[in-house]
């Protein structure tokens, strides 16, 4: 079935520093992405969406300039967190799909901390 | 706005029992889709069952089946002979139709634990 890959699992950083979250669709073609935020306990929170070649679309509340999206190929989403500070620790899940009437298929998730 | 709402924040099953998960929601739309996701402790998010709204038969896959209620605006998902790897979060969902539409609004989740 179709696979999606993010890479890291897991990572940490220090406060100021920036982290980049890759997202791949391994056996599809992924025209779209969405970066959900998942805290602890908690259900996962929409952050943005990202098409390919285009500009990504931000969910009300959540700083363009802090998260950054690019979709570059078909295949591959990246989100880079940017001057991180501690309260941007979470879990990070990126889900994909080929088609408008196909499902979502979830990464693992990356953890992120920031200490 | 759509809401997703799931009342039970745990839930507990003997194994081989079975149990259902509540799940309610909110729209305005006559068309949608709506989705139960398991996470387990991996956290791997993992379609169990969607349902399409204009259906009137209930889905099912396998040992998982949904009651699908569109006049009270309830979904609830049904594990059947529960086994020890259905313990995880679950997540019912909701997505609007149409082109370009398809964020998918979660409830808050509900923990299923199985006791052997």
């Known amino acids: 079935g179709a696979v999606v890959s993010q890479h890291p699992s897991r990572v940490i950083c220090k406060s100021g520093t920036s982290v980049k979250i890759e997202c791949r669709s391994l056996?599809?073609?992924?025209?779209?992405m969405f970066w959900y935020r998942q805290f602890p306990k908690q259900s996962l929170m929409l952050m943005a969406t990202s098409n390919e070649g285009s500009k990504a679309t931000y969910e009300q509340g959540v700083e363009k300039d802090k998260f950054l999206i690019n979709h570059a190929s078909l295949t591959l989403s990246t989100l880079t967190v940017t001057s991180a500070h501690p309260e941007d620790s979470s879990f990070y899940i990126c889900s994909a799909r080929s088609r408008e009437d196909s499902p979502l298929h979830f990464g693992n998730g990356t953890r992120l901390t920031v200490t | 706005a759509q809401t997703v709402t799931q009342s039970q924040p745990e839930m507990s099953v003997q194994e081989a029992e079975t149990v259902t998960l509540s799940c309610t929601y909110d729209t305005s739309e006559s068309d949608y889709y709506l989705f139960w996701y398991k996470q387990p402790p991996s956290r791997q998010m993992i379609l169990v069952i969607r349902?399409?709204?204009?259906?009137?038969q209930n889905a099912t896959e396998n040992r998982f089946s949904v009651n699908f209620q569109k006049a009270a605006k309830s979904f609830s998902l049904k594990i059947s002979d529960s086994q020890l790897g259905d313990a995880a979060m679950y997540f019912c969902a909701y997505r609007s139709p149409g082109a370009g539409s398809y964020q998918l609004t979660f409830g808050k989740g509900t923990k299923l634990s199985v006791i052997p």
């Open positions: 349902q399409e709204a204009y259906k009137q």
């Open positions: 056996d599809f073609q992924a025209t779209t």
